[in-house]
């Protein structure tokens, strides 16, 4: 079946600009994570959703970034007013539910790079 | 506070050669889970394992093979007889119950195997 995918796959943008981020996760996941991968590190957490709501965004940078599901299924990432420290690559996960046993399945991710 | 560990940044080997891949972790919850994932050169984050805080029994698959200590809060992950499909980065993660659903990974270890 399909897996998770991001779209844009690479989005370049000018300091100052706003940018949104989509993701589609697999078909009947009703967990759903945004991290954000810098080079030669780690993903970081940055919001996960159960269903409609945003169950934990403690990982969000500040107020420039937001993220919305509103039916449930389609998520997408807004980054306000961006900065060249937002560049990294943005990853979409979904999982069956949320619940930490629950494996993640990964989109191929969202490159971000502000000039 | 939740961390993880992984020291070696990066790791060569010759292909047939077993490797293995440390991972140390810090947590003060009880019930937690540990993860292994591979980004290949793709990209895309593939799930190798779960395992959680109560069961430390090891487990094989195929090549793979992880070592689960709650004494030394290691969880390390070898590949035997290396090929050079298993060039990647390698992520260890945690998975904490009181801290939701969220994954905090390391840094990765780079792994390349020559032929």
């Known amino acids: 079946g399909a897996g998770v995918s991001q779209t844009p796959s690479n989005k370049v943008t000018e300091k100052g600009k706003y940018v949104e981020l989509r993701c589609d996760p697999i078909s009947g996941h009703t967990a759903l994570y945004w991290y954000r991968q810098s080079l030669g590190q780690g993903p970081e957490f940055l919001i996960y959703f159960q269903g409609t709501g945003a169950a934990d965004d403690s990982g969000l940078p500040n107020d420039r970034f937001f993220a919305v599901r509103p039916e449930g299924s389609v998520s997408t990432l807004k980054i306000q007013r961006t900065e060249r420290g937002d560049s990294a690559v943005y990853l979409c996960?979904?999982?069956?539910?949320?619940?930490?046993?629950?494996?993640?399945?990964f989109g191929p991710g969202t490159r971000l790079t502000v000039l | 506070a939740q961390k993880v560990t992984q020291a070696q940044t990066e790791i060569s080997v010759v292909e047939k050669e077993d490797v293995t891949l440390d991972c140390v972790y810090e947590?003060?919850?009880?019930?937690?889970?540990l993860f292994w994932y591979k980004q290949p050169p793709s990209g895309e984050l593939v799930f190798l394992i779960r395992r959680n805080s109560f069961d430390e029994q090891n487990e094989i698959s195929g090549r793979y093979s992880w070592n689960f200590q709650k004494s030394t809060s290691s969880f390390n992950f070898t590949i035997t007889a290396s090929q050079v499909v298993d060039s990647a980065v390698y992520f260890c993660?945690?998975?904490?119950?009181?801290?939701?659903?969220?994954?905090?990974f390391g840094a990765g270890t780079i792994l390349r195997v020559k032929s």
């Open positions: 996960a979904s999982s069956l539910i949320a619940a930490n046993y629950n494996e993640q399945f």
């Open positions: 993660a945690l998975s904490e119950a009181k801290y939701g659903n969220k994954l905090v």
């Open positions: 947590t003060r919850d009880t019930t937690y889970y």
